[in-house]
């Protein structure tokens, strides 16, 4: 009887030790996903605006079985950029990172050519038509489609405190002679110059007050051409 008894609380202290080694180990970690880049961009690769590939996905396993993964930090705009794709393992909390940077190249703006004059203040005649003439590269490839350019504006600035006065104006009209043309090997674009604001009168006489602008065009892809002018 005191054998028995003596077995069973030797089993129950066994079962007990047991029980509680189960329950005290900790569970196995989950594996570090390995990921597989899905797309067109590679690391380090440089493209042209406007002929970036599509953004990349990507997939991820956890010992052969298939894990979440997403990527982030695709953009096609000019700049250096990183992207990051992201794997979750099944515990939803080991992770495995990559990392694959690109850089987005700018269009080639040429131009403004004569009789527009860069890097200098165009003197003309207020009322006249300024002719802007310019060229646009994709690259190696010349644009010729009128879709290229996002605006061509004028903005006015004090001539002496170089301080814009206003918001810029649209340069191109829908008026015959004043809508942005390629022809000839480039863009033509018809400025009709503002008349003189008057100023306070000068011996009983409204006398004409100069008044100078900046041109700027801007491509599709965020790049500018500008020039200045001086009204007289």
Not at 68 to 83: D, K, N, P, W
Not at 147 to 164: E, M
Not at 169 to 180: D, E, F, M, N, Q
Request: aromatic share 8%; charged share 15%; hydrophobic share 40%.
């Amino acid at each position: 009887m005191i054998r028995s008894k003596l077995g069973r609380t030797l089993l129950g202290a066994v079962l007990t030790v047991a029980f509680t080694t189960v329950a005290l180990a900790p569970a196995s970690a989950a594996s570090t996903p390995v990921i597989t880049w899905q797309g067109s961009i590679a690391d380090g690769a440089s493209y042209v605006f406007g002929q970036v590939p599509a953004g990349p996905t990507c997939t991820a396993t956890e010992d052969l079985v298939p894990v979440s993964c997403v990527v982030t930090g695709y953009s096609t705009a000019v700049g250096s950029h990183t992207l990051t794709a992201t794997a979750i393992a099944s515990d939803l909390v080991t992770t495995a990172v990559e990392y694959r940077s690109y850089t987005v190249t700018a269009w080639k703006l040429k131009g403004f050519y004569k009789p527009v004059r860069m890097n200098t203040i165009n003197k003309v005649k207020a009322g006249s038509t300024v002719p802007l003439k310019f060229k646009i590269y994709q690259g190696t490839t010349k644009k010729k489609s009128t879709n290229a350019v996002a605006s061509l504006t004028a903005q006015r600035y004090d001539c002496t405190t170089l301080a814009p006065i206003g918001a810029a104006v649209p340069i191109a009209s829908t008026h015959k002679g004043y809508r942005l043309k390629y022809r000839n090997g480039a863009y033509h674009q018809n400025w009709k110059t503002p008349k003189l604001p008057k100023s306070a009168k000068a011996k009983g006489k409204p006398t004409s007050v100069g008044a100078c602008y900046t041109v700027t065009l801007t491509a599709k892809d965020a790049s500018t051409l500008t020039a200045n002018f001086r009204l007289k």
